[in-house]
């Protein structure tokens, strides 16, 4: 319980200072290929699917697998323990498998199609040393 509380206070922290999330952005000054999706995950609950579209493409698809990720990681950890237990035969299916490579090469498309400028071009990012700078 300690742990869990300990990674949300630290997450807490880095969304009040603002510090930029991504280490790919915050290092390189690229976006990776998820850059926006936060964003457009917002703009979506709040409404605007246009505006989220334009954050990221994948948003429809992405932000509803991210939350159902999360949500059964959460589950899983309330749930406490218990005896490990094979994956679901679909999980473990060749179906699965072609989806998660497609979904893959989805995403690695959008972001190499945003770094050649299409489909809004891609998404400005912040350096942890702009962001340094930036709080002088």
Known sequence: ??????????????LLARVPFCPLAGIFGIP???CGLSRATL???????????????LVLILGPLFAFSVGAAAARYVRG??????PSAWLASRTA????YALLLSTLSVWGARFLGYLGGPVPVVTFAEWARAQR
Do not use: E, W
């Open 97 to 100: 498998t072609v989806l998660a």
């Open 1 to 14: 319980m300690s742990v869990a509380l300990a990674v949300c206070g630290m997450l807490a922290l880095i």
């Open 32 to 34: 990776c290929p998820g």
């Open 81 to 86: 323990p218990r005896a490990r237990t094979a």
């Open 43 to 57: 703009a979506l609950l709040h409404g605007n699917v246009r505006q989220a579209l334009r954050l990221h493409p």
